[in-house]
Nanobody, 124 residues
Framework: QVQLVESGGGLVEAGGSLKLSCAAS????????MGWFRQAPGKERESVAS????????YYVDSVKGRFTISRDNVKNTVTLQMNSLKREDTAVYYC?????????????????WGQGTQVTVSS
């Protein structure tokens, strides 16, 4: 079993930056794909970014390309999401997710493990 714990959410002004971190425990993370999803009120959960292995293949939803960067440390079993140039529409609960398979987390049904979520609020 895998446990995921997020940290780093909060309130930030538009144009600012936040860094989200997710620590995985329970099993070695080197075989997992890890990623981030977000869910705003009244909207479906959407994939934001995912990464296969450390420095492997990555995926970003179009709306965050050039602003967000996902990275991973297999030694520390962590995955981070550096979010720059934040916009109000980035406001959501952000969830860390993982899968046993080497596949990008394009949709939520591909993830087997979830964190509890961390709130990101971007004010204008």
């Amino acid at each position: 079993q895998v446990q995921l714990v997020e940290s780093g959410g909060g309130l930030v002004e538009a144009g600012g930056s936040l860094k989200l971190s997710c620590a995985a425990s329970g099993r070695p993370s080197s075989t997992y794909t890890m990623g981030w999803f977000r869910q705003a009120p009244g909207k479906e959960r959407e994939s934001v970014a995912s990464i296969i292995g450390a420095g492997g293949t990555t995926y970003y939803v179009d709306s965050v390309k050039g602003r967000f960067t996902i990275s991973r440390d297999n030694v520390k079993n962590t995955v981070t999401l550096q979010m720059n140039s934040l916009k109000r529409e980035d406001t959501a609960v952000y969830y860390c997710a993982a899968t046993n398979y080497r596949r990008l987390l394009i949709t939520s049904r591909l993830a087997e493990y979830w964190g509890q979520g961390t709130q990101v609020t971007v004010s204008s």
